[in-house]
């Protein structure tokens, strides 16, 4: 059964780090491409960054140069590094993992809260 669960949200001041965490069970890490999404109140779900199975990366403009992306194949674990929070980056944060057998199938996570104070 594949599950994804987030870890390592909180609440932090603004110009703070935090680290988020996806393990991926099911066995379908190593050949799926991951995501960070994140839907803040009363707005739609948005892409925050992406990375294939192969780690090439991608970042949504209003992250870029503060976020980081990364996945640890034996860990079966997608991170992302957020540094320099600003208040506007609050949200609840969602992993995906879009799989790639016969057809692509899509798998969220439960979500974990990022909260940023001015």
């Known amino acids: 059964q594949v599950q994804l669960v987030e870890s390592g949200g909180g609440l932090v001041q603004a110009g703070g780090s935090l680290r988020l965490s996806c393990v991926v069970s099911?066995?379908?890490?190593?050949?799926?491409?991951m995501g960070w999404y994140r839907q803040a109140p009363g707005k739609q779900r948005e892409v925050v960054a992406l990375?294939?199975?192969?780690?090439?990366?991608n970042y949504a403009d209003s992250v870029k140069g503060r976020f980081t992306i990364s996945r640890d194949s034996a860990k079966n674990t997608l991170y992302l590094q957020m540094n320099r929070l600003k208040p506007e980056d609050t949200a609840v944060y969602y992993c995906k993992a879009d799989y790639r057998a016969w057809v692509i199938r899509t798998y969220w996570g439960q979500g974990t809260q990022v909260t940023v104070s001015s």
């Open positions: 099911g066995g379908i890490f190593a050949v799926s491409d």
């Open positions: 990375i294939t199975s192969g780690g090439s990366t």
